[in-house]
Structures are given as C-alpha cells and as structure tokens.
C-alpha cells in the first residue's frame, strides 16, 4: 500500500519561504505525476503545483507562478515544494497526491486518489 508522507509546513512571517517535502511509504511505483494541492478554511481545495515523473516537467497555479518551486528527488522518490515570497493567502494545509493511474497532468483534486495527512502552512506576521 502506498503512503504519502508531508513535512515541513509551519509558521512564516509574510515574504518568508518553507520548503515542504512529501516521502512515499510502502510499494514504491514510478507513478506518472505528484503533485500537491492546498485547502484553506471554507474554500475549495485547489492544485498548487505538479511534476510529471516522466520527464520532470513541471506545472503550476497562477498564483503559485514565480514563487513556487516544485521538484523531485529520484533516489528517494521525494517530492518537494519549495515556496517562497509567502503571502499571508497561502496559508492552508497543503497535501501531496498521485494516482497510479493517471497518464496526464491534471489539477483537480478529484482525479487523485492517494493523499497525504496534510501539512498546515499559516504565513502572518
């Protein structure tokens, strides 16, 4: 069975930069794409930002363009999101997601179906 783990998240004061991590557990599978969503209080959860394994191109919100960094580790299959300039609307729990299946980038959530416990992310000052 495999398990998402995340780290990292915390307290930030706005402007300032965490970098989250999220390890696989379990039977480890080249899935084809990783990536991570947020969820803040009353909202929706939305895609942040994706890689796919396959050739490490990489995908992003409009609001996470030019702040955010996704990457991925190949010798233990870690993903993470480097974030950086943190505004104070970043805060939300932050979850890591793939999907054995899925062959093509995609930003909602609904097509994933294996999650990490989330990692909160609060910026303010």
């Known amino acids: 069975q495999v398990q998402l783990v995340e780290s990292g998240g915390g307290l930030v004061q706005p402007g300032g930069s965490l970098r989250l991590s999220c390890a696989v557990s379990g039977i480890t599978l080249d899935y084809y794409v990783r990536g991570w969503f947020r969820q803040a209080p009353g909202k929706e959860r939305e895609g942040v930002g994706f890689?796919?394994?396959?050739?490490?191109?990489?995908y992003y919100s409009d609001s996470a363009k030019g702040r955010f960094t996704i990457s991925r580790d190949n010798a233990d299959n870690t993903v993470y999101l480097q974030m950086n300039s943190l505004k104070p609307e970043d805060t939300a729990v932050y979850y890591c997601?793939?999907?054995?299946?899925?062959?093509?980038?995609?930003?909602?959530?609904?097509?994933?179906?294996?999650w990490g416990q989330g990692t909160q992310v609060t910026v303010s000052s």
């Open positions: 890689i796919a394994t396959s050739d490490g191109s990489t």
């Open positions: 997601a793939t999907n054995s299946r899925l062959r093509y980038v995609s930003f909602d959530p609904h097509e994933y179906n294996i």
